[in-house]
T-cell receptor, first 112, second 112 residues
Framework: QQQVKQSPQSLIVQKGGISIINCAYE??????FPWYQQFPGKGPALLIA?????SEKKEGRFTISFNKSAKQFSLHIMDSQPGDSATYFC???????????FGKGTKLSVKP | DSGVTQTPKHLITATGQRVTLRCSPR?????VYWYQQSLDQGLQFLIQ???????AKGNILERFSAQQFPDLHSELNLSSLELGDSALYFC???????????FGPGTRLTVL
């Protein structure tokens, strides 16, 4: 019930293409869904986050789509660039404490 | 730069030893979270402190302990180290409980 399932495990996209990463959760108490970007040797960096009261949130080239009934959310990276090559983690939390449950990560490679 | 600092960056030690990892949260952040990242387990929540008090525990071993000091910095103590404890240990901080979490650069622990 505490799991967040992320797919795909790895993704190769051409420069200028759209990268799509999907996550699913079971715990209906989750109310905060962030995405993190991690480069090798660095800590995860908060990219964008959403709460269940909206179905979509866009920040620049990054968009989160949220489907509450299906308990799924996804990250879309438009106009993907080689500099976007990194590992992306979805996460979820619920309740007042806020500790994050992470997906297993997606390694994105954007080919020039 | 997230504003969260962690020391040391790297730590190499032997089985059975004890180490202390240190984290300084962003200025003004009262909540500190510790996470472990390993290849097989991914990113896992260990423990959370808020304004000096323990607020939540995750998959933290009994050999591990943590505390948050009056100046809000936190230390994670790992004892009786085993080979399987080799991992990246991240600290994150947030302003309020359940708020956006910002991660530090991590401490890479290698147990030989």
């Amino acid at each position: 019930q505490q799991q967040v399932k992320q797919s795909p495990q790895s993704l190769i996209v051409q420069k200028g293409g759209i990268s799509i990463i999907n996550c699913a959760y079971e715990n209906t108490a989750f109310d905060y869904f962030p995405w993190y970007q991690q480069f090798p040797g660095k800590g995860p960096a908060l990219l964008i986050a959403i709460r269940p009261d909206v179905s979509e949130k866009k920040e620049g080239r990054f968009t989160i789509s949220f489907n509450k009934s299906a308990k799924q959310f996804s990250l879309h990276i438009m106009d993907s660039q080689p500099g976007d090559s990194a590992t992306y983690f979805c996460a979820a939390s619920g309740g007042s404490q806020g500790n994050l449950i992470f997906g297993k990560g997606t390694k994105l490679s954007v080919k020039p | 730069d997230s504003g969260v600092t962690q020391t040391p960056k790297h730590l190499i030690t032997a089985t059975g030893q004890r180490v202390t990892l240190r984290c300084s949260p962003r200025s003004g952040d009262l909540s500190v979270y510790w996470y472990q990242q390993s290849l097989d387990q991914g990113l896992q929540f260990l423990i959370q402190y808020y304004n000096g008090e323990e607020r939540a525990k995750g998959n933290i071993l009994e050999r591990f302990s943590a505390q948050q000091f009056p100046d809000l910095h936190s230390e994670l103590n790992l004892s009786s180290l085993e080979l399987g404890d080799s991992a990246l240990y991240f600290c994150a901080s947030s302003t309020v409980l359940g708020g956006e979490q910002f991660f530090g650069p991590g401490t890479r622990l290698t147990v030989l």
